[in-house]
């Protein structure tokens, strides 16, 4: 983990560190440094949710159905790319988990690349960002299960096919069910910092060339590991929903 304050998150210190005091104090917890509450992962995240609620409407604003641009193409590929991918893994009425999707690759992706600018550093790289989407992932497969298939038939899912198998079958389900975020987080976390080492180290033997080759490396892993971490998703919420439509 880095230990290097980043030239944004000193400046959250110097100047919001009363406005960090009050947000953990209200939830009752306490920085380590009350001095300097502010940690560079968080102010990652808090600058690529930024970046995002400014850059979405000015594109959104310039979409046209006569003169398409570049980034309404990007955005549109985008969109069709991500919907192919639910309808691939099988879930009934796609379109409806799309807009959880596309958040979840779009912010990870942001996150992700982030990293490749020097002044900054890519908030996945610590394990709190990675777990906390996998927790949203969690709960959002879980519930769309529910809400799909009633609670009942829903929890049968833990049973398994033979019912007198249940007191091995529910131990097991339940096992398989807590580990995916745990698998989800140690994935996406373990990827980015490795990749994020990989460039530093290389810098820093290089001093002023830049290995553009390991930095396009970065970025293809960024683009991979959103991909993964959004697939993997899809595929669990596929598994809560599947056989929704047939009676309980």
Known sequence: MHEHELWLTALFND?????????????????EN?????QSWIVMELLVVAILMILLPIVRAGFSVDKPGKMQHLFELTYNFILEQIN??????????????GTLFIFILFMNLIGVIPA??????????????????????????????GIG??????????????????????????ARPLSL???LYANMFAGEQV??????????????IFMA?????????????????????????EHSDNPA
Not at 154 to 175: D, K, Q, R
Request: glycine share 6%; proline share 7%; aromatic share 14%.
């Open 120 to 149: 900054f550093e890519s908030p996945t790289m610590n394990p709190a960002v990675p777990l906390g989407l996998a927790l949203c992932t969690f709960f959002y497969y879980h519930t769309k299960g529910v809400r799909e298939q």
């Open 217 to 241: 490396l970065h970025v293809f892993v960024a683009f991979l590991q959103a991909y993964i971490f959004t697939l993997l998703s899809m595929i669990y919420v596929g598994m809560a929903t």
């Open 185 to 187: 987080t140690m994935r």
């Open 153 to 178: 038939h829903y929890l049968l899912h833990f049973v398994g096919p033979i019912p007198a198998l249940a007191f091995l079958m529910i131990p097991i389900e339940l096992t398989g069910h807590l």
């Open 88 to 101: 691939d893994v099988g879930i009934a009425h796609g379109e409806k988990y799309l807009p959880y999707f």
């Open 34 to 38: 009350p001095q300097r509450p502010w």
């Open 199 to 212: 460039i530093t180290a290389f810098l820093g033997l290089t001093k002023f060339i830049i290995p553009v």
């Open 15 to 31: 100047h919001l560190a009363g406005l960090a005091n009050s947000i953990l104090s209200a939830v009752r917890m306490t920085a």
